[in-house]
């Protein structure tokens, strides 16, 4: 049964400290991608990555690093740098560099910090 | 420039039609996708449609593009309470390196009333 998995669903940290979200696809797909979700401001893209060990900055990368050392894994670290970390966390996957570039999403992770 | 509007909310009867539309200023997109979040959850890919296309039909869904104006549209026919949601537009365009990126509308919230 393919798809992407996000955990945890629900994540609280204290404030100052840094926080890992997990992203797996088993999708056999080439990119990957972490969005931020606000209410009323639609999806920022924050990190993405095209193959193994590459990835890029999105348009709001500050406070935010990410690794690719697998195909299948894309983890997020929301680090003591992102002034509001609080929101709504998506990741999703694509075939890559195709022309549809249609991306497949996972569940997300609310992030809450206290 | 690159930019994807959406009218913010829309409500409908349950069982009348819903149109949901988006507007672009790219001309260079190539693929349109609608995608749907429910509540708390992750986006569904629900339809996509090629940019050389006018319209494209699926069950329930329509899609009509005209290239001209740069206006999308998505239309529900007999629309159902679980067809409340949020509904984003996202148009496909070509970034660094021969990559694609997607650019998104802050979305449409449809309430459908019973």
């Known amino acids: 049964d393919g798809g992407i998995t996000q955990s945890p669903k629900y994540l609280f940290r204290k404030e100052g400290q840094n926080v890992t979200l997990s992203c797996e696809q088993n999708l056999n797909h080439d990119a990957m991608y972490w969005y931020r979700q606000d209410p009323g401001q639609g999806l920022r893209l924050i990190y993405y990555?095209?193959?193994?060990?590459?990835?890029q900055k999105g348009d709001i990368a500050e406070g935010y690093s990410v690794s690719r050392e697998k195909k299948e894994s894309f983890p997020l670290t929301v680090t003591s740098a992102q002034k509001n970390p609080t929101a709504f966390y998506l990741c999703a996957s694509s075939m890559g560099r195709r022309r549809n570039n249609e991306q497949f999403f996972g569940p997300g992770t609310r992030l809450t910090v206290l | 420039g690159e930019d994807v509007e959406q009218s913010l909310f829309l409500s409908v009867r349950e069982g009348d039609s819903s149109v949901i539309n988006c507007t672009y200023t790219d001309s260079s997109s190539t693929y349109l996708y609608w995608y749907k979040q429910e509540p708390g959850a992750g986006l569904q890919l629900l339809t996509y449609?090629?940019?050389n296309m006018d319209m494209k039909q699926d069950q329930r869904l329509t899609v009509l593009l005209n290239k001209k104006d740069k206006h999308l549209s998505l239309r529900i026919a007999d629309t159902q309470t679980g067809d409340s949601a949020i509904y984003f537009c996202a148009e496909s365009l070509p970034n660094a390196g021969n990559n694609r990126k997607l650019i998104w509308g802050l979305g449409t919230s449809l309430a459908v009333n019973p």
């Open positions: 990555s095209q193959i193994v060990n590459d990835f």
């Open positions: 449609i090629f940019s």
